[in-house]
């Protein structure tokens, strides 16, 4: 899968993509990804990427033109098996379900969005699909961008090396969603505090039988939303 990454910014990628799994994807040629300055695609002598707002209000907003030349140069033919994404703060929420339909295409084109915003124009007429990673407020999309790139890659095939990873985890989208189980590794007591002794106990059907109500006790305290109505009653 190719990634085309348009930004203000293109040396913030320099880091992100040089670790662990995404990294391993790039050398493996499972994974492509380019980065573009929008800047390439100004014409006067500031290379003027942002302009103030009409009708007046705080702060600044990316204009229309470079964002619409980057695209139609970098992709002269659109087509249904790539897609482009605006990374915004007004954009539909970013979810796991949201990176398996990304996971399916050939290519996938991600434009950060900077400043107060975009002008209207893009996102009604450029771009395919508007996302935020969240509600909380970053100052661009560069690092939603690399979110966007680290969740989608870990789904490729041959990414991960055991491809059932990505299905049996939690937002993998099963009925009953529960959080992963608490786990522990060596010692089996840590400053006082014991290893539950169920999961030392070498009983399988014990550690499956903890496992499951401690993943749902968990997930009632920490993401109540995720629990289905029969999950509840167990931890009652
Ligand atoms: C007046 C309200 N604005 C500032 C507080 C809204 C606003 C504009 C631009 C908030 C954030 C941004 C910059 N953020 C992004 O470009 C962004 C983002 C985010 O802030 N949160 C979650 N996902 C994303 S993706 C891009």
């Not at 997930?219 to 509840?232: E, G, I, W």
């Amino acid at each position: 899968m190719k990634f085309r990454i348009v930004t203000i910014f293109p040396e913030f990628f320099r880091g992100p993509f040089e670790h662990g799994v995404v990294a391993k994807a790039l050398e493996a040629g499972i994974l492509d990804i380019r980065i573009h300055n929008l800047r390439d695609w100004t014409f006067d002598r500031h290379r003027t990427v942002d302009d103030r707002p009409f009708g007046g209000g705080e702060g600044m907003l990316m204009k229309a033109e470079p964002l619409f030349l980057a695209v139609e140069s970098i992709w002269p033919e659109r087509g249904p098996d790539r897609k482009v994404a605006l990374l915004s703060a007004a954009g539909r929420k970013f979810d796991q379900a949201v990176a398996r339909e990304y996971a399916s295409l050939r290519e996938l084109m991600l434009i950060c969005g900077r400043y107060e915003g975009v002008d209207e124009r893009v996102s009604e007429r450029l771009v395919d699909d508007e996302i935020s990673i969240g509600d909380f407020v970053l100052s661009g999309g560069e690092l939603a961008a690399a979110v966007v790139v680290d969740t989608v890659a870990r789904l490729l095939p041959g990414v991960l090396g055991n491809q059932d990873s990505t299905v049996n985890e939690s937002f993998g989208g099963a009925k009953d969603a529960v959080l992963d189980c608490p786990q522990y590794t060596r010692p089996a007591e840590f400053r006082g505090w014991k290893v539950p002794a169920e999961l030392l106990s070498g009983n399988h059907s014990e550690i499956r039988r903890w496992r499951k109500q401690a993943a749902i006790e968990k997930t009632a305290r920490l993401r109540p939303d995720l629990l289905t109505d029969s999950n509840k009653e167990v931890t009652r």
